[in-house]
């Protein structure tokens, strides 16, 4: 059969084991030693390990028949489970199968799937965008909310409805934060979001609007 390599190593360590158990229990027996009481009790070790090491395997099984029952999660779908993000793959006997956005393959016990929370970024057809921006203290806010509202109107992939919107969020330490939330459908999620913070950036710099560079006043006495 043409096995995997390492289905083959593993399969090869096993059977030198198994081989070595029996080798040892046969020359035990020529040797005129009661092997019975031995392989009874050898029985009971092996049967308790694999109790132990079967007992996480069901746990992912049927936390595998839950996530295949109730899709928190499907295929195709972009999620983050644990920490970890990406496109999943597959739900399997076992694990859940996640491709990262780098392209690097993930296997995620099931059991951990089914016990922590699931962000869900497909599952539902639109999604908020939101674009954070600083603008200089000296700068007019009003003049500012103005233009970054045209900026996100004039995009024809954000949603009328819910209505976009921009606000004030903080009063940072060297710039006056402003927010642009728009709504649009998921699949253009991030396009709008590239759309927007480089469209904001243009407009602002058009209409005279400075984001400012981080500042640090330093006082020196003599």
């Known amino acids: 059969a043409r096995l995997p390599a390492l289905v083959v190593e593993f399969l090869v360590r096993f059977f030198a084991a198994l081989l ?3 080798v040892i229990l046969l020359v035990l027996a020529v040797l005129g030693v009661d092997i019975g009481s031995m392989v009874l ?3 009971a070790v092996i049967g308790l390990v694999l109790a132990f090491g079967l007992q996480d395997s069901f746990t992912n099984f049927s936390a595998g028949v839950w996530i295949a029952t ?3 999660i499907d295929k195709d779908e972009y999620v983050e489970i644990n920490g970890m993000a990406g496109t999943v793959q597959a739900v399997g006997i076992m ?8 392209n690097k393959f993930v296997t995620i016990p099931n059991a951990l799937v089914w016990g922590s929370p699931v962000v869900n970024y497909s599952r539902m057809d ?3 965008v939101d674009v954070a921006v600083g603008i200089a203290y000296d700068s007019n806010v009003e003049e500012a909310l103005r233009v970054a509202m045209e900026t996100i109107k004039s ?3 954000v949603l009328a409805t819910p209505e976009p919107a921009v606000a004030v969020t903080e009063l940072a330490d060297s710039s006056v934060n402003l927010a642009l939330r728009a709504w649009t459908k998921t699949g253009d999620f991030w396009a709008v979001k590239g759309d927007l913070t480089r469209g904001v950036l243009a407009a602002f710099r058009q209409a005279g609007i400075e984001i400012p560079f981080p500042q640090l006043d330093v006082h020196l006495e003599r």
């Open 20 to 22: 070595y158990v029996i």
């Open 41 to 43: 009790g050898l029985s």
């Open 70 to 72: 109730l899709r928190p």
């Open 95 to 102: 694990a859940t199968e996640l491709l990262t956005p780098d």
């Open 126 to 128: 639109t999604r908020r």
């Open 155 to 157: 995009n024809p992939a």
